[in-house]
Protein backbone atom coordinates (compact mmCIF):
# COMPACT_ATOMS: atom_id res chain seq x y z
CA UNK A 1 0.00 0.00 0.00
CA UNK A 2 2.86 2.50 0.62
CA UNK A 3 4.55 1.92 -2.08
CA UNK A 4 1.46 2.38 -4.12
CA UNK A 5 0.66 5.37 -2.59
CA UNK A 6 4.28 6.77 -3.00
CA UNK A 7 4.48 6.61 -6.40
CA UNK A 8 1.28 8.68 -7.06
CA UNK A 9 -1.12 6.20 -6.83
CA UNK A 10 -4.71 5.72 -5.08
CA UNK A 11 -6.07 2.80 -2.78
CA UNK A 12 -9.45 2.66 -2.90
CA UNK A 13 -10.93 0.24 0.47
CA UNK A 14 -14.02 -0.18 2.19
CA UNK A 15 -14.27 1.36 5.38
CA UNK A 16 -14.44 -1.27 8.71
CA UNK A 17 -15.36 -0.88 12.44
CA UNK A 18 -17.67 2.36 13.62
CA UNK A 19 -15.13 4.96 14.84
CA UNK A 20 -15.99 7.39 12.11
CA UNK A 21 -20.02 6.90 12.11
CA UNK A 22 -22.25 8.78 10.88
CA UNK A 23 -19.92 9.82 7.66
CA UNK A 24 -18.60 6.19 6.75
CA UNK A 25 -20.19 3.31 7.44
CA UNK A 26 -18.77 -0.52 8.39
CA UNK A 27 -18.12 -2.64 4.90
CA UNK A 28 -20.50 -0.37 3.15
CA UNK A 29 -18.66 2.77 2.28
CA UNK A 30 -15.40 3.56 0.26
CA UNK A 31 -12.70 5.79 0.47
CA UNK A 32 -10.07 6.74 -1.94
CA UNK A 33 -6.65 7.11 -0.46
CA UNK A 34 -3.71 9.28 -2.08
CA UNK A 35 -0.44 10.32 -0.87
CA UNK A 36 -0.69 13.70 1.33
CA UNK A 37 0.20 16.52 -1.26
CA UNK A 38 1.50 18.53 1.79
CA UNK A 39 4.16 18.27 3.98
CA UNK A 40 1.93 18.64 6.81
CA UNK A 41 -1.36 17.78 7.08
CA UNK A 42 -4.08 20.39 8.09
CA UNK A 43 -7.23 19.91 10.81
CA UNK A 44 -9.79 17.91 9.09
CA UNK A 45 -7.89 15.88 7.05
CA UNK A 46 -8.61 12.45 7.07
CA UNK A 47 -5.10 10.36 7.13
CA UNK A 48 -5.05 6.66 7.43
CA UNK A 49 -1.75 5.74 10.17
CA UNK A 50 -0.14 3.35 11.40
CA UNK A 51 -0.19 2.88 15.41
CA UNK A 52 2.86 1.65 17.37
CA UNK A 53 1.01 -1.57 17.98
CA UNK A 54 0.79 -1.83 14.26
CA UNK A 55 -3.02 -0.92 13.80
CA UNK A 56 -4.36 0.78 10.99
CA UNK A 57 -6.78 3.66 11.46
CA UNK A 58 -8.74 6.54 9.40
CA UNK A 59 -9.36 9.33 12.06
CA UNK A 60 -10.07 13.37 11.55
CA UNK A 61 -7.72 15.53 12.96
CA UNK A 62 -9.23 17.67 15.14
CA UNK A 63 -5.93 20.00 15.93
CA UNK A 64 -2.62 20.03 14.50
CA UNK A 65 0.41 20.67 16.71
CA UNK A 66 3.89 21.29 16.51
CA UNK A 67 4.32 17.51 18.49
CA UNK A 68 1.69 15.99 15.77
CA UNK A 69 -1.55 15.52 15.19
CA UNK A 70 -4.15 15.36 17.62
CA UNK A 71 -6.81 12.61 15.85
CA UNK A 72 -10.42 11.60 16.97
CA UNK A 73 -12.84 9.20 15.11
CA UNK A 74 -16.43 11.20 14.80
CA UNK A 75 -18.24 8.65 16.83
CA UNK A 76 -15.83 8.62 19.75
CA UNK A 77 -15.05 10.67 22.47
CA UNK A 78 -11.20 10.12 23.14
CA UNK A 79 -8.80 12.06 21.32
CA UNK A 80 -5.46 10.26 20.12
CA UNK A 81 -2.00 12.58 20.32
CA UNK A 82 0.55 12.59 19.08
CA UNK A 83 0.31 11.21 15.39
CA UNK A 84 3.45 11.81 14.09
CA UNK A 85 4.04 12.60 10.40
CA UNK A 86 5.92 9.34 9.76
CA UNK A 87 2.86 7.13 11.10
CA UNK A 88 0.89 8.59 8.08
CA UNK A 89 0.16 6.30 5.16
CA UNK A 90 -1.74 8.17 3.19
CA UNK A 91 -5.32 11.29 3.24
CA UNK A 92 -8.62 10.62 2.13
CA UNK A 93 -9.43 13.18 -0.96
CA UNK A 94 -12.82 11.47 -1.17
CA UNK A 95 -15.24 8.38 -0.39
CA UNK A 96 -18.25 6.72 -1.52
CA UNK A 97 -21.52 6.87 0.81
CA UNK A 98 -24.27 5.33 -0.44
CA UNK A 99 -22.74 4.96 -3.66
CA UNK A 100 -22.39 8.34 -4.16
CA UNK A 101 -18.42 9.90 -4.49
CA UNK A 102 -18.16 12.76 -1.80
CA UNK A 103 -14.73 15.11 -2.62
CA UNK A 104 -13.07 16.18 0.60
CA UNK A 105 -12.77 19.50 -1.36
CA UNK A 106 -16.66 19.96 -1.60
CA UNK A 107 -18.25 23.24 0.26
CA UNK A 108 -20.84 21.13 2.36
CA UNK A 109 -18.23 18.47 3.28
CA UNK A 110 -15.88 21.14 4.74
CA UNK A 111 -19.08 22.46 6.77
CA UNK A 112 -19.83 19.13 8.47
CA UNK A 113 -16.13 18.77 9.29
CA UNK A 114 -16.18 22.01 11.03
CA UNK A 115 -19.29 21.95 12.98
CA UNK A 116 -18.92 17.91 13.47
CA UNK A 117 -14.97 19.29 15.04
CA UNK A 118 -16.90 22.08 16.76
CA UNK A 119 -19.83 19.88 18.41
CA UNK A 120 -17.24 17.71 20.06
CA UNK A 121 -17.36 18.74 23.64
CA UNK A 122 -21.63 18.21 23.61
CA UNK A 123 -20.87 14.82 21.67
CA UNK A 124 -18.46 14.05 24.42
CA UNK A 125 -20.82 14.64 26.95
CA UNK A 126 -23.55 12.62 24.75
CA UNK A 127 -21.14 9.33 24.35
CA UNK A 128 -20.16 9.32 27.77
CA UNK A 129 -23.86 9.89 29.19
CA UNK A 130 -25.17 7.26 26.82
CA UNK A 131 -22.05 4.38 28.72
CA UNK A 132 -23.06 5.41 32.23
CA UNK A 133 -26.73 5.30 30.77
CA UNK A 134 -25.92 1.48 29.56
CA UNK A 135 -23.80 0.38 32.51
CA UNK A 136 -26.86 1.25 34.85
CA UNK A 137 -29.83 -0.75 32.73
CA UNK A 138 -27.21 -3.47 32.45
CA UNK A 139 -26.20 -3.05 36.95
CA UNK A 140 -30.32 -3.37 36.79
CA UNK A 141 -30.80 -5.74 34.68
CA UNK A 142 -28.01 -8.34 37.04
CA UNK A 143 -29.32 -6.77 40.49
CA UNK A 144 -33.02 -7.82 39.38
CA UNK A 145 -32.40 -11.19 37.46
CA UNK A 146 -30.07 -12.09 41.37
CA UNK A 147 -33.52 -10.78 43.05
CA UNK A 148 -35.84 -12.98 40.62
CA UNK A 149 -33.04 -16.35 40.92
CA UNK A 150 -33.06 -15.85 44.99
CA UNK A 151 -37.26 -15.48 45.37
Request: proline share 4%.
Amino acid sequence: MAQILQNDGEIIFTITGSSMLPMLHHRRDKVCLVKPQEKRLKKYDLPLYVRQDGKYVLHRIVAVKPEGYVMAGDNQCVKEYPVLSSQVLGVVKGFWRNGKYISCEKFWYQVYCSLWVLGYPLRWVYLRSKQIFIRGIKFLARLHGDRVNDG
